[in-house]
């Protein structure tokens, strides 16, 4: 697709289940980037990868948050035994840029997580 | 570390009405940059302009304008003539110099909800 793509668009899950969301980003695009959005807040950074490497995972809130993207494309933010708290919309979001850039990211349309 | 401001939460307009969000930043960087978003009610945030650090000339692309002042921190966005279409959270956003160890990761305000009523 032309867009960044991200499934599922909706996920309810009960408190203590896994879940792993998953992020599809535009064809080429070295930067990849997840974010929290609480309701009525501003998107927050989570992590970064640069094709495969993960340099900047500075933003996960707690080591129950894990995210990868082994091959340096399709990228999974892995929340594990999930907590209320963690109810949000998780969106990607991916970039041209290699390292020195600042091109605009181009976001997905996120994943809402209802933690019941 | 680095901080937006939008200090207005929610701004209701009749159409054609000219409307202007504000956004004020905090950086101890020289090079940084400033981004607007639009969210609309689908949720999906739509980039609409990036200006970096050393660029402060103001850009218009038709009915939309931004002024960047330096000297106040601040990147405002101004509406002209507003249409109900621009009904959508706005958001401002600032990334650092990657050199400076900050990443190009965007950091966001709280938004501010705009309201076009016919």
């Known amino acids: 697709g032309a867009g960044v793509s991200q499934s599922p668009r909706y996920k309810v899950a009960k408190r203590g289940q896994d879940v792993a969301l998953r992020c599809d980003p535009i064809s080429g695009h070295v930067s990849l980037f997840w974010y929290q959005q609480a309701l009525g807040q501003g998107p927050e950074f989570l992590t970064y990868f640069q094709n495969e490497a993960q340099l900047d995972k500075s933003g996960l809130p707690s080591d129950r948050f894990f995210a990868e993207r082994p091959e340096g494309s399709v990228s999974t933010l892995k929340i594990q035994r999930t907590q209320q708290e963690d109810s949000a919309v998780y969106l990607c979001a991916s970039s041209l840029d290699s390292a020195g850039g600042h091109n605009e990211q181009f976001f997905g349309p996120g994943t809402r997580l209802t933690v019941l | ?118």
């Not at chain 2, 607007?36 to 945030?45: A, D, I, N, V």
């Open chain 2, 1 to 118: 570390a680095q901080k937006v401001t939008q200090a207005q939460t929610e701004i209701s307009v009749v159409e054609k009405e000219d409307v202007t969000l504000d956004c004020v930043y905090e950086t101890r960087d020289t090079t940084y940059y400033l981004f607007w978003y639009k969210q609309p009610p689908s949720g999906e945030l739509v980039f609409l302009i990036r200006r970096n650090s050393f660029d402060e000339q103001n850009e218009i692309s038709g009915r939309y304008s931004w002024n960047f002042q330096k000297s106040t921190s601040s990147f405002n966005f101004t509406i002209t003539a507003s249409q109900v279409v621009d009904s959508a959270v706005y958001f401002c956003a600032l990334s650092e110099d990657i050199l400076t160890g900050g990443g190009n990761k965007l950091t966001f305000g709280t938004g501010t909800q705009l309201k076009v009523e016919l």
